[in-house]
Structures are given as structure tokens and as C-alpha cells.
């Protein structure tokens, strides 16, 4: 009896000193401010500018088409070798972000992935992120029953699920798969325009040259109207393209251009939605951002940025309605550590 109880504890602090080895590995955070300035953070055309600078209640009171706003962000990462002494990587991440002059807008993100090494440069990863609160804007809103119309307060919660791969083509050059399942849930009065969406992503990165990083990712989706309240199809398709440049300057310095272009077309056809039927859009978004190397933890980096949408319908004032451009400018600055402790 004795030697077995002899055995089950050796066992026993075997099996522990293991996992502790397995779980030994640093913990690396970064802490971020970022305060910035947006010139049309509602997304407003230039027809809702107008009406809202006249109707406070165009808005909901609100009186201003831009703001000054303040972000925090918390990021932590953990990578322990729990398989076959491969890391895991932990992340997750909390962004919020405090529209000074605009407080409806003001919003909260979560994120979590998990990255699993598989050896020989190739990664499985799985991640979930969620939105839970964002406000749109004031949208007018006709009852069906009563035909009555009245602007009333639009908010929608989003979150995504995705699942990915990624290998090295050859040494400089990688290339990831990704398919991703979205939701969108409209708070009511606005149900009916509720989405699921599937999409799928091709990202390539080449770091064959010396001192210029480029990347570039392409994305398809599929939008489906989840609607049970009216006879309206709201359903679209979309694609996504998203090139990036770093370039490396003297100092060790680095510049990064990225760029987005965004296609969508609704596949409504009924002549009785106007908003829907026929409609095509394109967004062109481009974003600067200088990246100093600083000696330290310490994270300085000042960007800029302007976002366009066109929009082609058979109806004009659609046209007006649903086009708009903005601005952003700000400096985004970090403190990076890590924490070296044996679990």
C-alpha cells in the first residue's frame, strides 16, 4: 500500500512540474491613449449636415457633425507551450472610445483569439470579437400600422467568430485563410434590418525586400436580411480589399501607408424600396501613420486619415442621402511591458 501511494505521488509531481513548464512564459501588455479628432464620425451626408444644422431634433439634439475624441485601449499576451512544446498565444483586447462632443456615439470593444503553432511556420487561429452597444444615429421609422412616421434613436450590437490559417509560401513570404460568421442586431424599432454574414479572406504579406513590408488582403462576403417584419429585402454581397505599406527610413523609423476599398450591392429589386432596389456603393478609406522607434517601452505614433463613400441608385436623393466623406488626425501613445513570472 505503501508503494503504491509511493507511485501515485511521484506521479502526481511529475505530471505538475510539467505543466508548469508548460504554462512557464511571459505575460506581455500594452496600455494605450490615443486622443483624436474626426470630422464626421455619424457618417453624415451633406443633406443631413444641412437639416440637422437647422432641426435640433433632426439629431436627436445633437448639434455637432464632428468631435474630439479620446480612446484607451488594454492589450495582453500570454504564450505558454501547452502542445507538444508549440506556443499557444493568448490575446485579448479592450478598446474604448469617448466622443467628447457627441457622447451617444461613445462605444466599447472586446476581443479574444487563440493562435496554436503547428510547426514549420503554420498557425491555426480561432477568435471572437464583440461590439455590444453602437449608435448610428437618429432614422426616420414609419409604423406599418398606423403609417405614422417619427426619427427615432438606431442602435445595433455586432460581433464576428472566425477561424483561420496561416503558412510561410516560402522564407520571406506568408499567406492566411480566413472564414468569419457575423452578426448584426438592430435594437428595435429597427429589428427588420438584423444580419447574418458570412465571409471569407485571402491575406498575403511579403517582407522580401529590405526595408519595405507590404500586404494585402481581399475579403467576399455575403450579407442575409434575418427579417420577419416587413416584405423588404435588404441582403447584399460586398468586397473588401486592404493593401498596407511600411517602409523603413533612416533612424530605423518606419511609415505605414494602408489603404481600403469597399464594394457593395444590394440585391433588392422591388420598386417599392427605393433605399434598396438597385443600389451600389464603393468606400475608399486611406490612413498615414509614422512610427518612430523610440528607445524604452514608450509608444509615440501619430496618424491621419479620410474616408469617402460614393453611391450609385436610380434615385437621386438616395445618391445625396447616402453619400459622405470624413477626416481623423490624431496620436496614438503606448506603454509597453511584460511580466516574467513562473505559474
Known amino acids: 500500500m505503501r508503494r503504491l501511494l509511493l507511485i501515485v505521488f511521484l506521479v502526481g509531481q511529475l505530471f505538475s512540474q510539467t505543466l508548469l513548464q508548460r504554462l512557464a512564459a511571459p505575460i506581455f501588455y500594452e496600455l494605450g491613449v490615443e486622443p483624436n479628432f474626426q470630422s464626421n464620425p455619424l457618417n453624415l451626408s451633406e443633406v443631413e449636415i444641412s437639416k440637422a444644422s437647422q432641426d435640433a431634433d433632426y439629431l436627436n439634439g445633437i448639434s455637432y457633425?464632428?468631435?474630439?475624441?479620446?480612446s484607451f485601449s488594454g492589450k495582453l499576451t500570454y504564450s505558454p507551450r501547452l502542445f507538444a512544446g508549440r506556443k499557444t498565444r493568448l490575446h485579448l483586447q479592450l478598446n474604448h472610445h469617448t466622443y467628447h462632443d457627441i457622447p451617444e456615439r461613445s462605444y466599447q470593444s472586446y476581443s479574444a483569439s487563440i493562435r496554436q503553432s503547428l510547426g514549420k511556420y503554420r498557425y491555426l487561429d480561432v477568435g471572437y470579437?464583440?461590439?455590444?452597444?453602437?449608435?448610428?444615429?437618429?432614422?426616420?421609422?414609419?409604423?406599418?400600422?398606423?403609417?405614422?412616421?417619427?426619427?427615432?434613436?438606431?442602435?445595433?450590437?455586432?460581433?464576428?467568430?472566425?477561424?483561420?490559417?496561416?503558412?510561410?509560401?516560402?522564407?520571406?513570404?506568408?499567406?492566411?485563410?480566413?472564414?468569419?460568421?457575423?452578426?448584426?442586431?438592430?435594437?428595435?424599432?429597427?429589428?427588420?434590418?438584423?444580419?447574418?454574414?458570412?465571409e471569407g479572406d485571402l491575406k498575403l504579406g511579403v517582407s522580401q525586400f529590405k526595408n519595405l513590408l507590404l500586404s494585402t488582403e481581399i475579403q467576399y462576403g455575403l450579407a442575409d436580411n434575418n427579417n420577419s417584419y416587413d416584405d423588404k429585402d435588404r441582403s447584399y454581397t460586398y468586397l473588401n480589399i486592404r493593401p498596407s505599406l511600411t517602409l523603413k527610413i533612416s533612424g530605423n523609423h518606419k511609415i505605414r501607408l494602408s489603404g481600403r476599398y469597399d464594394q457593395r450591392a444590394y440585391e433588392s429589386e422591388e420598386n417599392d424600396d427605393p433605399l434598396h432596389a438597385g443600389r451600389y456603393q464603393d468606400e475608399i478609406r486611406m490612413e498615414l501613420t509614422l512610427l518612430p522607434k523610440l528607445s524604452g517601452p514608450f509608444i509615440v505614433e501619430p496618424f491621419a486619415?479620410?474616408?469617402?463613400?460614393?453611391?450609385?441608385?436610380?434615385?437621386?436623393?438616395?445618391r445625396e442621402l447616402k453619400s459622405f466623406s470624413r477626416y481623423w488626425f490624431g496620436v496614438s501613445f503606448g506603454f509597453k511591458s511584460v511580466i516574467d513570472m513562473y505559474f
Open 305 to 318: 486619415g479620410y474616408r469617402v463613400r460614393r453611391v450609385d441608385s436610380s434615385v437621386e436623393a438616395v
Open 65 to 70: 457633425s464632428s468631435s474630439n475624441v479620446l
Open 129 to 198: 470579437w464583440i461590439l455590444p452597444q453602437y449608435y448610428l444615429r437618429n432614422y426616420r421609422f414609419q409604423d406599418f400600422r398606423t403609417l405614422q412616421t417619427s426619427r427615432q434613436v438606431c442602435n445595433l450590437g455586432t460581433d464576428r467568430l472566425w477561424l483561420g490559417f496561416q503558412h510561410r509560401l516560402n522564407k520571406r513570404n506568408t499567406i492566411e485563410y480566413r472564414i468569419t460568421v457575423r452578426n448584426e442586431i438592430y435594437e428595435a424599432p429597427f429589428s427588420h434590418y438584423d444580419m447574418n454574414m458570412l
